[in-house]
């Protein structure tokens, strides 16, 4: 199974991170304990939502609708 997952960040409520994985609990563990980049400034995150799917070429493609234009109109109105 593969999950497209969002992270809020707990500090900046703006901010969430998006992300695709076979381990949820790793990928979040993983976010928080990063000392650079992205997920270090807005660290800690949460869990806000995530999608299951069995497919992984569909969990990519969901997951990469997700970070464009349209994708993030509806990542806003329905996920988050």
Known sequence: MYMVY???SINNSRRYYIGLTADLDRSL???NAEK????SRYSPWKVETYITFKNKVIA?????YLKEGSG???L???LI
Do not use: D, W
Not at 36 to 39: D, E, H, I, P, W
């Open 6 to 8: 969002i992270l809020k």
């Open 29 to 31: 563990k993983e976010r």
């Open 36 to 39: 650079s980049g992205y997920s």
């Open 60 to 64: 990519e493609k969901f997951e990469k």
């Open 72 to 74: 993030q109109a509806f």
């Open 76 to 78: 806003t109105k329905r």
